[in-house]
């Protein structure tokens, strides 16, 4: 009998125990040795593996936990928390999020450790040290499924007016600029390329043959290599990544030239681990950083570096715009408003 | 001395009863699930309301943000697109569960527990899946999207297809426990007065099933019109109310329009839930106690044509999860069709990778385990406290609020009030301890319900025996209300640890980038265009839901041989 | 109101165990208990009795401290138990429903107040052997409640409400479960049972039978009063009330009015009432009471005193007697129940539609004001 009791009481008592050690155990999080360093980023889900071992390999002491969303999810994110800052630090972010942050006083000036080998143009020149500094470019590309296009009669689009052709009319899919970083450099860089008037206008044309906007820059391209759509405005990365798995897929530049934005990190100003903030920033300006990027991108911000990724479009380095980050930080919110309200709710399809 | 007198006496001594052991007990007891659904319900809807008041910087703004949302016609949109949605859905969902459900009652066809176990499928998956399958189906690169004769699965049609499997053993439990509550005496008077089959079906099992029918339609209306999962793959550009919420929130982080959305929401499911209560009420008086249960007769024809139709809808059901596997094996559909295990590599992917998946387990196990314990107690409390009315009344109200939330609400309301910096609970925030709250509350009333039956259905005297035999209340509840009601606390197990592997729509908000959930990749995945993977996922998820459903089902009949010998047949 | 009453067991000294006083239960706005004043002594075996709602559970379980009164104080073995919790109280309970715990034995059932009083095992297993002999279920303690009858059951449950040898046993309607012969059966057992352990022994029951065959004294209750506390023979003999005497046995109620210090008239008869008529005065309204059985038939003169000629419009053979109701001109519509015995009717030939000759006998009728 007292053997039973004991068992009951002290199984009980475990009960009990469990629900209040969970709510602070879990709740507290474990006591780690390595320091955990949150990180926030756009970078793509795929890429991400890599770069935590690579990095985790030159710092042991660190472990790195990614939050990773679409650049629009991730700045709105990184917004909304602006009085009480979660991340400690934001890389692989879009060049003109970290713009629009850093205005809003979020990061800390850090110069890494050979920032100088970079080229200047990846490096925030506004403050000393840089409140934000570049990895990288992506670049618009847009994603056309052959078999697809040869069995609707949609020829090859080579420009971006092509696109707005009445017989795409439903073929073309692109990323929401609003949650999408994709997205936003490819709106930004039509109003850059052709001025405000004529680039929404443009973009009331491509609105008409747009199927759906989705929600991240990657889904377009996966769309038309699965066929779902046949075009999809996406980025070079996605696009190559798509043909290389083997999706019948074209990989166009448009010739009028091509958005493109640097992802680029900074440190949050209130980190409670700017040792290990520095550590990652330090060795994303390395060489072998640099030679990580290059694998999947085409152009990085260390001269020299690149060499051509399999299956990016040849000239695409060529086309890449002038692309004006300051602008595009200053007038991304209102561009977004505007955009939104314009063909934020495509209501139901009409029928065919 | 006067002997046995009954006199009137002018001050008889008023009572002051002195507490026991066992009531201070119980009243602290009452008072820590008090305060748990107080931080775990009330708070968190509270701070929800008041958010829809503020404008960006926590300033009082009265009405503004709902005067702009009614001004803005996209949103205004979406209520008409999700009451038409949730009307369609709910018609269709209803008919065909009646049918189903009829032909489960009131037939004698063979394979009965078949088709009802077929028809519970759908309830181990998250809404999203078949939304997946249905673009692999009627898609534009769908298997049949001929079926379609041109029109798009992207928009209305697909939502309501998707929503009509995912609601459908929701309604059909409801409508089966309806019709199996006829009285035989009834259809016996009937055909003794030579009445039509047909106006025996009106007149009698229609009006018999009538609450039962209305409880469900009130029930598949919230699910539709709460629920994102469909809408969010499936949707198209075509917007309901739920996908709003999480494009103002996760989108664009505009958490104040989110909370307006969020209320708004929250109209249609208090009215139906108000009305389904009001409903149930009625219901009580008309299940005589003296019903002789109704046993159908065989019937060739009406059985096979009964079969038929289960059949029809049984295909359906397996044939949209056999479509989620089979694409979860393709290597690109539609070019690749060779046969791979590539796209259960979720490390390489969009949504926590594996991660996500044992997170899920994890948190459904808490999940089953600490919301067992503490709705059970709960209930377990409500009962038996003696006195303490006005609390106990409270903590009652509290446990039935959570069904008339919609997750979405919840998971918002959640953001609000425990990422508040000022909040000392805010060190929960982004951690497991928040998903499991979240879904025990998520999931709270039913379970409740359920425990508050077995309690009902105990002897009321077992606690008076006890004092009287002077044994602490706890080691009665232990010895022998746990035991006896032990079915009972695993159905509330199971229920919890399904429900917490398939929700999207409450944690989608609260999740963070240490606990990943497997539903929530499912999500993910799909918006990355991962479609294939995001049908992965939903298959371990369904497999690992469906496995534990088989545990549940073995471990249910072992107690059942166990304790034969007690339990009262 | 006053009674007076025989004690149980006369003649011997009795002490007081129980002390009730000026109990009050109120349910909201519903008075449940008004103001009961009651004192039970050692080693009785007391019945509530009356109809549903008439507050003798409230009573009970006021006693138990499972619901404690509104106002009033309660005194047990000269403890103020008034506002003690129930766990604190010295008492054994039975229920209707026996409340057995389906899930343990039936010896596990009987001990499972004795684990908890650090009794060493072997001492609780004679303990439990020693309850069940004494219930005559010896055999039966590996079994579970399922396995038993109804009245098996109840005695475990009464095995288990003794078991921590309480000094008051509370047995709440116990036997209205059962079917009729194994009710007369465990009464038998229950009586025995409280001789032999002399236990103080309070019992809720709405069965007159029940309480007549059992009790020592019978409390009767109704509306949340008592209205007569006695013996079985003085509750059936010489109830205080028309309330008391309707409900115990079957009565006859005639209206009449007060003609005299003894006598009364019911419609055009003229009774004698050897009791005298309780110092009512001359004309007013009274109601007066006689038990079927009282009614005479064998060997009453016409003209006799309080004798009167009456028709038996119905004869109902009741197994051990018959019932008869007569009907009488000089009482106008007034109906009579009389119970004749299987003897009577043979030896009188009473037939429906005869016409006889009965008497009320003085002695036994009863006055009460109309009310």
Not at chain 1, 41 to 68: C, G, S
Not at chain 1, 81 to 94: C, Q, R, S
Not at chain 3, 175 to 192: G, H
Request: hydrophobic letters at 45%.
């Amino acid at each position: 009998m007292r053997v039973r009791e004991l068992c009951q009481k002290s199984a009980l008592f475990v009960a009990a125990a469990a629900v209040g050690l969970f709510a602070l155990g879990l709740g507290g999080g474990a006591a780690l040795a390595k320091t955990q360093l949150l990180v926030y980023t756009a970078i793509e889900a795929d890429e991400l593996a890599m770069f935590k071992r690579e990095f985790e390999k030159d710092y042991p002491d660190v472990n790195v936990k990614w939050v990773r969303d679409s650049t629009g999810i991730v700045t709105a994110k990184l917004l909304a928390e602006k009085n009480n800052p979660k991340a400690d630090i934001v890389w692989g972010l879009a060049a003109t999020s970290l713009v629009m942050l850093a205005n809003e006083g979020y990061f800390q000036g850090y110069a890494p450790k050979g920032l100088d080998k970079l080229d200047p143009a990846y490096v925030d020149s506004q403050n000393n040290p840089p409140l934000w500094v570049g990895q990288r470019a992506w670049i618009a590309s847009v994603c056309y499924n052959t078999v697809e296009g040869k069995k609707k009669g949609l020829p090859l689009p080579t420009s971006w007016q092509d696109l707005t052709k009445a017989v795409y009319k439903g073929h073309v899919v692109m990323p929401n600029p609003n949650s999408s970083g994709t997205g936003f450099l490819d709106v930004s860089s039509w109003l850059q390329l052709w001025g405000e008037e004529k680039g929404w206008k443009f973009m009331d044309g491509l609105h008409k043959n747009i199927a759906w906007y989705t929600h991240s820059g990657s889904k377009p391209c996966k769309q038309a290599a699965s066929g779902e759509i046949p075009i999809g405005i996406s980025f070079a990365y996605r696009g190559a990544k798509s043909k290389n798995k083997g999706a019948p897929l074209e990989i166009v530049a448009p010739k009028e030239g091509l958005g493109w934005d640097i992802e680029a990190f900074g440190i949050v100003r209130n980190t409670k681990n700017l040792a290990a903030a520095r550590n990652l920033a330090d060795w994303s300006v390395t060489l072998k950083a640099n030679k990580i990027y290059n694998k999947e991108y085409a152009v990085v911000a260390m001269p020299g570096v690149a060499k051509p990724v399999k299956n990016f479009p040849k000239d695409i380095t060529k086309k890449m715009i002038k692309n004006d980050f300051a602008w595009a930080a200053a007038n991304r919110m209102r561009i977004l408003k505007k955009w939104q309200s314009r063909y934020g709710a495509k209501s139901l399809p009409k029928k065919k | 001395m006067t002997e046995g007198v009954t006199t009137l006496s002018a001050a008889a001594p008023l009572a002051r009863p002195i507490l026991s052991r066992d009531d201070w007990i119980m009243r602290w007891g009452m008072l820590v699930l008090g305060v748990w659904l107080s931080v775990a319900v009330v708070l968190p809807l509270y701070t929800l309301l008041s958010k829809g008041l503020e404008d960006h910087a926590g300033r009082f703004v009265g009405l503004a943000n709902f005067a702009e949302f009614f001004a803005t016609p996209v949103l205004f949109n979406s209520i008409y697109n999700s009451l038409t949605i949730a009307i369609i859905s709910t018609v269709i969902t209803i008919t065909l569960a009646f049918v189903y459900a009829y032909a489960l009652t009131r037939s004698c066809m063979p394979g009965k527990g078949i088709f009802k176990g077929i028809a519970m499928v759908p309830i181990l998956a998250p809404s999203l899946l078949p939304a997946i399958s249905l673009v692999y189906l009627f898609g534009n690169q769908g298997m049949i999207k001929g079926v379609l004769m041109g029109e798009t699965i992207y928009g209305p049609i697909g939502i309501v297809m998707g929503e009509v499997f995912w609601t459908f053993p929701h309604a059909l439990i409801i409508i089966i426990t309806a019709l199996s509550m006829a009285d035989a005496r009834l259809y016996e008077a009937a055909e003794s007065l030579g009445t039509s089959k047909l106006r025996t079906f009106f007149t009698v099992t229609l009006p018999g099933a009538r609450y039962g029918v209305i409880s469900a339609c009130f029930v598949v209306f919230t699910l539709v019109i709460t629920d994102f999962g469909v809408p969010k793959v499936i949707g198209g550009q075509y917007n309901v109310l739920a996908t709003d919420v999480y494009k103002q929130v996760i989108g664009q982080q505009n958490f104040q329009m989110g909370a307006v959305v969020g209320m708004v929401l929250l109209v249609p499911a208090v009215l139906a839930f108000i009305a389904d209560r009001i409903i149930q009420r009625k219901q009580v008086a008309l299940i005589s106690a003296r019903a002789v249960p109704y046993h159908p007769k065989p019937k060739t024809r009406f059985d096979m044509a009964m079969m038929g139709f289960c059949c029809v809808v049984g295909f359906m059901i397996l044939g949209i999860i056999a479509v989620d596997a089979f694409a979860s094996f393709i290597q690109l559909w539609p070019y690749n069709l060779t046969l791979t295990l590539y796209n259960y590599d979720f490390d390489l992917r969009d949504g926590g990778g594996w991660a996500s998946y044992r997170n899920s387990i994890v948190m459904a196990s808490y999940t089953a385990v600490i919301g067992t314990v503490i709705i059970f107690a709960g209930a377990y409390l409500v009962e038996k406290i003696r006195g303490f009315t006005v609390i106990r009344s409270l903590v009652q109200f509290m446990c039935i609020i959570p069904l008339a939330v919609p997750g979405l609400v919840l998971g918002l309301a959640y953001i609000f009030f425990f990422n508040h910096p000022d909040n000392p609970l805010e060190f929960v925030y982004g951690t497991m301890a928040i998903l499991v709250i979240c879904t025990v509350t998520h999931f709270y009333t039913v379970s409740h319900l359920t425990a508050t039956t077995a309690l009902k259905q105990m002897d009321p005297e077992f606690e008076a025996v006890s004092m009287s035999l002077k044994v602490p209340f706890y080691k009665t509840f232990w010895r022998v209300t746990v035991p006896v009601c032990v079915p009972a606390i695993l159905d509330i197990s199971i229920y919890l640890f399904v429900n917490a592997m398939t929700t999207v729509s409450a944690v989608v908000f609260i999740y963070s980038a240490d606990t990943t959930l497997a539903s929530v990749a499912v999500l993910n995945m799909d918006d990355a265009g991962e479609v294939a993977s995001a049908a992965a996922m939903g298959m371990m998820i369904v497999c690992t839901s469906a496995g534990v459903r088989v545990l549940h089902a073995l471990l249910t009949r072992g107690i059942a041989r166990a304790s034969q010998a007690w339990r009262v047949r | 109101m006053v009674t007076q009453e025989t004690p149980a067991g006369s003649g011997n000294q009795r002490t007081r165990y129980l002390k009730i006083e000026n109990i009050t239960k109120k349910f909201g706005d519903f008075v449940a208990l008004q103001d009961i004043s009651l004192d039970i002594y050692k080693g009785e075996f007391i019945c509530f009795l009356g109809p549903s709602g008439c507050g003798k559970t409230t009573l009970l379980r006021a006693i138990a401290g499972l619901d404690i009164q509104t106002s009033g104080r309660i005194e047990q073995g000269g403890k103020d138990i008034s506002n003690l919790p129930a766990a604190e109280r010295n008492f054994g309970i039975v229920f209707q429903s026996y409340a057995l715990f389906p899930n343990l034995t039936v010896s596990k059932n009987v001990g499972y107040g004795l684990v908890n009083r650090r009794m060493g095992k072997a001492a609780i297993g004679e303990r439990v052997a020693e309850l069940l002999d004494l219930v005559g279920l010896s055999d039966q303690g590996s079994k579970y409640p399922a396995q038993l009858s109804g009245g098996e059951q109840q005695r475990v449950a009464l095995a288990r409400a003794l078991a921590t040898s309480p000094g008051l046993l509370l047995l709440d309607e116990p036997l209205s479960a059962l079917d009729a012969k194994v009710r007369v059966f465990l009464r038998q057992e229950i009586k025995a049972l409280h001789r032999r352990l002399g236990v103080t022994t309070i019992m809720v029951t709405h069965d007159q039978e029940e309480a007549l065959t059992m009790a020592d004294r019978i409390v009767v209750m109704n509306q949340g009063t008592i209205e007569q506390v006695g013996t079985p023979i003085e509750i059936y003999r010489n109830p205080m009330n028309r309330c008391v005497g309707d409900f115990v046995g079957i009565m006859n109620c005639l209206s009449g009015v007060v003609t005299g210090a003894a006598s009364v008239r019911v419609g055009a008869m003229e009774f004698d009432c050897a009791n005298g008529v309780g110092g009512l005065t001359e004309g007013q309204a009274v109601t007066v009471c006689l038990r079927p059985e009282e009614i005479a038939v064998r060997g009453v003169a016409s003209g006799g005193a309080n004798s009167f000629e009456a028709r038996i419009s119905r004869l109902e053979f009741l197994g051990s007697f018959y019932r008869a109701t007569l009907e009488a001109e000089r009482l106008g519509d007034m109906k009579i129940t009389a119970d004749f015995s299987i003897n009577e009717v043979r030896d009188l030939t009473l037939d429906e539609g005869a016409t006889i000759q009965i008497a009320l006998p003085g002695e036994h009728i009863r006055i009460f004001a109309e009310a």
